[in-house]
């Protein structure tokens, strides 16, 4: 069975640049997540959908960042225009149940680097 | 609100030798409980979990965790660590969301 993926791996980019990342999840997984970890830091959700539906968005900042989920599968997270303070690894992670019974799986995550 | 503790960054302890990895939390209901590990450069792992039921909960890789209603704490443990061992550790909780402790690095030397 394949895990969550997330492209890309890495990106480097200046200040000022958008940027976006994508993120399939585990297939019938209905929960999608979007987590940010910085270095030395557990992780922190931006947002939680249902389906296609953001459930949770209150941790995204709305005047940089958003993201969607238009058919309920997978995920596009953007940035425009990217800080400095942005560098971190966005991870993505899904679930099968709809009130997160807490076991989340994880992709391997998208490190940006703002410069 | 809810909130979990990892009150140490970092463990160090030697092959062979019993882990402990620490987590105290902060819950208005019944507390769901988790332990995730991160290897570098990887996306987190879910260990094991605490719903209801025995306080004792075993997962995967020989992990074990005692959830202690009276301390508020879920530490996690393992017998007898070996090098590979060695990864970020996040302690997690669920109210409402799932959210994380700031993580131990645990070291094991050979």
């Known amino acids: 069975e394949a895990g969550v993926v997330q492209s890309p791996r890495y990106k480097i980019i200046e200040k000022k640049q958008p940027v976006a990342f994508w993120c399939n999840p585990i297939?019938?997984?209905?929960?999608l997540y979007w987590y940010l970890q910085n270095l030395g830091q557990g992780p922190e959700l931006l947002i939680r959908?249902?389906?296609?539906?953001?459930?949770?968005d209150s941790q995204l900042p709305k005047d940089r960042f958003s993201a969607e989920r238009l058919k309920g599968v997978d995920s596009t997270l953007k940035i425009q225009p990217a800080e400095l303070g942005d560098s971190a690894v966005y991870l993505c992670?899904?679930?099968?149940?709809?009130?997160?019974?807490?076991?989340?799986?994880f992709g391997e995550g998208s490190r940006l680097t703002v410069l | 609100a809810q909130s979990v503790a990892q009150p140490e960054d970092q463990v160090n302890v030697a092959e062979g030798n019993p882990l402990t990895v620490k987590c105290t939390y902060s819950v208005s209901g019944n507390p769901y409980l988790f332990w995730y590990v991160q290897y570098p450069n990887r996306g987190l792992q879910f260990l094991l979990k605490?719903?209801?039921?025995?306080?004792l909960v075993k997962g995967s890789y020989g992990f074990e965790a005692e959830f202690n209603k009276s301390q508020t704490s879920f530490h996690l443990k393992k017998p007898s660590a070996l090098v590979s061992d060695s990864a970020l550790y996040f302690c997690a909780v669920v109210d409402y969301k799932l959210s994380f402790g700031a993580g131990t690095t645990v070291t094991v030397r050979a």
């Open positions: 959908y249902e389906n296609e539906e953001a459930v949770d």
């Open positions: 605490y719903i209801t039921g025995d306080n």
């Open positions: 992670a899904s679930s099968g149940t709809g009130r997160s019974g807490g076991e989340l799986f």
């Open positions: 297939s019938g997984h209905n929960t």
